[in-house]
């Protein structure tokens, strides 16, 4: 009789024991199975909201394609304008390489992502892209393009094509639409030295302007080629 109390005592242990083991199982699976759901769940949040992101891009993206068919053209050149900015011109001229240069050394110190996107520029140090002659010649033939447009201030039309044109190629470039606007804003910072005190609220309205024409039109040539 006492022995047969023993075995019942220890199969009621041994009943607990797996009691445990078995509840101990279930909570694993049921977290496991549980976090695997809710997994699920977020996932699938994800992506509806990511889905969303790509269609607002989409959205974004045709907005600024339909910057100028919408009428969002920046206001041409007034007539003062073109004066003060031809006149600027001509002593700028004389330090275009100069000019060219350092907007394009600030704009890489600004954003490093302008740098990159000219492959032969990755990696180069302050040093080597103040010697490089890839950047000299590109930097001319920004400031080039400078020129074209001022002795093209008094036929917008031909402006606006050519810059869409410029656009479109850069395209090809490795550059991005939003790329411009900045170019513009060191190119600004550059010329302000050279002017000295000709540097006044007005002439600062007139290079904006220029610019803000040069970079729209390219930035619009760029978005229309599939960018
Ligand atoms: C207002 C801004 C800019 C202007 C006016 C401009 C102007 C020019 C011009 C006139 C050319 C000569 C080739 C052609 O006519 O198609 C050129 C070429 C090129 N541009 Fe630009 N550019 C600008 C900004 C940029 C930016 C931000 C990048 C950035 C990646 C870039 C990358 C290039 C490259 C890789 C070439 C070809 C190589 C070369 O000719 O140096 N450009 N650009």
Same mark, same amino acid.
């Given at each position: 009789?006492?022995?047969?109390?023993?075995?019942?005592?220890? &199969? !009621?242990?041994?009943?607990?024991?797996?009691? #445990? $083991?078995? =509840?101990?199982? =279930?909570?694993?699976?049921? @977290? !496991? +199975?549980?976090?695997?759901?809710?997994? /699920?769940?977020?996932?699938?949040?994800? /992506?509806?909201?990511?889905? &969303?992101?790509?269609?607002?891009?989409?959205?974004? #993206?045709?907005?600024? %394609?339909?910057? @100028?068919?919408?009428? /969002?053209?920046?206001?041409?050149?007034?007539?003062?304008?073109?004066?003060?900015?031809?006149?600027?011109?001509?002593?700028?001229?004389?330090?275009?390489?100069?000019?060219?240069?350092?907007?394009?050394?600030?704009?890489?110190?600004?954003?490093?992502?302008?740098?990159?996107?000219?492959?032969?520029? %990755?990696?180069?140090?302050?040093?080597?892209?103040?010697?490089?002659? @890839?950047?000299?010649?590109?930097?001319?033939?920004?400031?080039?393009?400078?020129? #074209?447009?001022?002795?093209?201030?008094?036929?917008?039309?031909?402006?606006?094509?050519?810059?869409?044109?410029? *656009?479109?190629?850069?395209?090809? =470039?490795?550059?991005?639409?939003?790329? +411009?606007?900045?170019? *513009? %804003?060191?190119?600004?910072?550059?010329? %302000?030295?050279?002017?000295?005190?000709? !540097?006044?609220?007005?002439?600062? $309205?007139? !290079?904006?302007?220029?610019?803000?024409?040069?970079?729209? =039109?390219?930035? /619009?040539?760029?978005?229309?080629? *599939?960018?």
């Amino acid at each position: 009789m006492p022995i047969f109390i023993k075995t019942l005592k220890i &199969n !009621w242990r041994r009943f607990y024991s797996l009691q #445990k $083991q078995f =509840y101990r199982i =279930y909570i694993i699976h049921s @977290i !496991w +199975f549980h976090s695997f759901y809710i997994d /699920n769940i977020i996932n699938s949040m994800g /992506n509806i909201k990511s889905l &969303n992101g790509k269609k607002k891009s989409k959205e974004d #993206k045709k907005d600024k %394609q339909n910057d @100028i068919e919408n009428g /969002n053209i920046p206001e041409p050149l007034t007539e003062e304008q073109k004066q003060l900015l031809q006149d600027a011109w001509i002593s700028l001229k004389n330090d275009m390489a100069k000019i060219g240069v350092v907007t394009f050394i600030r704009l890489f110190e600004t954003h490093p992502e302008v740098q990159d996107a000219f492959l032969p520029f %990755q990696q180069l140090t302050k040093s080597d892209l103040e010697q490089s002659v @890839i950047l000299r010649s590109h930097a001319l033939r920004v400031m080039g393009t400078v020129d #074209k447009c001022l002795s093209r201030a008094h036929k917008p039309e031909k402006l606006q094509e050519l810059m869409l044109e410029l *656009g479109s190629r850069h395209s090809t =470039y490795n550059a991005k639409a939003d790329f +411009f606007e900045m170019v *513009g %804003q060191q190119f600004l910072h550059a010329i %302000q030295p050279h002017l000295g005190d000709r !540097w006044t609220p007005e002439m600062e $309205q007139a !290079w904006t302007q220029l610019f803000k024409l040069i970079t729209t =039109y390219m930035r /619009n040539g760029m978005l229309s080629a *599939g960018r």
